[in-house]
């Protein structure tokens, strides 16, 4: 079962959000995704979703001003009340959309602070953040990035993602999976979904190495998304990229079946 929820921040930016979410729904899709909440609009969001019957599946807590030393706060021993600020406003919004999961980004590599150190801070604040979600049972995830993409990203592969998720050990925190970074820093995708779905929380499609659509570079998407279904993935996989195609052309690669599910309800991973 495979069941795909666009990125609405990254796709059809040609277009006011409303527009692009009812061009998602005429699509055939009945679920969305969208990135910082920050740099959309809240209510028009809603509004739509709502009108148009739209589940949102994941949001991105919000990092104001995004960019090279700004990546996050979970990863800086002086920003811990800054992070439960951010993280208490973050799931407000969440619980408000009705949005069923949050990445979490980790934040900068800080100069003169060991990696061990900055491990221990983002275990200790993704503890912290795993009790509060507990009050709206909203799924938090963190997301390696490739240093291509963000050179100063603290968290840059599969493996530092994981083993923070076992140091939680909490079952509201997972690691998110996405194609377009993993490929790019470390390959061997089937492999690593296949080996940890258990600590998998959500999956996101985009090739590589342009992070365009599918189809538009070296990715197998049909056998990614096989993997994920054979190894138990039981949610949505959102796509996040850069589309090469405008409007609803957008969307031409994605096979028959893959926009609505029908048959029981998706369980979250």
Partial sequence: MTILAPNVSWLLRELPLADRMRLVAEAGFEAIEIGFYGQLDLDELKTAKEKLGLQLVLLNMD?????????????????????SVALAKALRTAEALHAKKMMLPIG??????SPEVQTACIVENLVHAARQAEQTDILL????LSPA?????FLTSSAQALDIVHSVNHPLVK???????LQITEGNLIHTL???????GHIQFADAPGRTEPGQGELNFQNIARAADEAGYRSYIGLEYVPVSRGAATFDWV??????YRGEPIRDS
């Avoid at 900068?108 to 602070?113: F, Q, T």
């Avoid at 995830?141 to 390696?144: D, L």
């Fill in 149 to 153: 993409f963000a050179s100063d990203y």
């Fill in 63 to 83: 990092v104001p001003g995004w960019g090279p030393g700004n990546r996050g706060y979970m990863a800086d021993p002086s920003g811990r009340e800054i992070f």
């Fill in 108 to 113: 900068a590599s800080i100069p003169g602070i």
């Fill in 141 to 144: 995830t963190i997301e390696p």
């Fill in 255 to 260: 096979p028959t079946g893959w926009r609505r």
């Fill in 194 to 200: 296949r080996e940890n779905m258990d600590a998998i």
């Fill in 175 to 181: 690691f998110q999976f996405d194609t377009f970074h």
